[in-house]
Nanobody
Framework: QVQLVESGGGLVQPGGSLRLSCAAS????????MGWYRQIPGKERELVAR???????QYADSVKGRFTISRDNAKNTVYMQMDSLKPEDTAVYLC??????????????WGQGTLVTVSS
């Protein structure tokens, strides 16, 4: 089993910053793509940013220039620095990872989510 543990959410004022972290643990050969999604009640889950093992990254248009995703392959951890936060960034942020197993096809795993609230 592979688990993702997120941290770093919380309450922040508009214009403020937060840094999310997500660490993978368990039995796997390697972690491939890691990413962050967000879920707002009543809306579909949306991709915020994702990064390949080689460091190629992709962002939602709504966060480009404000959020930065990075990873530490040695620690199997992905980070997301969120700056210039807006009230519309309020959501539960979920970490996602594709991983290579010793036997069988690659699988996907989700974290439990961490709440980010942007409010004055």
């Amino acid at each position: 089993q592979v688990q993702l543990v997120e941290s770093g959410g919380g309450l922040v004022q508009p214009g403020g910053s937060l840094r999310l972290s997500c660490a993978a643990s368990g039995r796997f050969v390697s972690i491939n793509v890691m990413g962050w999604y967000r879920q707002i009640p009543g809306k579909e889950r949306e991709l915020v940013a994702r990064i390949s093992r080689d460091g190629d990254s992709q962002y939602a248009d709504s966060v480009k220039g404000r959020f930065t995703i990075s990873r530490d392959n040695a620690k199997n951890t992905v980070y997301m620095q969120m700056d210039s936060l807006k009230p519309e960034d309020t959501a539960v942020y979920l970490c996602n990872a594709d991983y290579k197993r010793y036997l069988g096809r690659d699988l996907e795993v989700w974290g439990q989510g961490t709440l980010v609230t942007v409010s004055s």
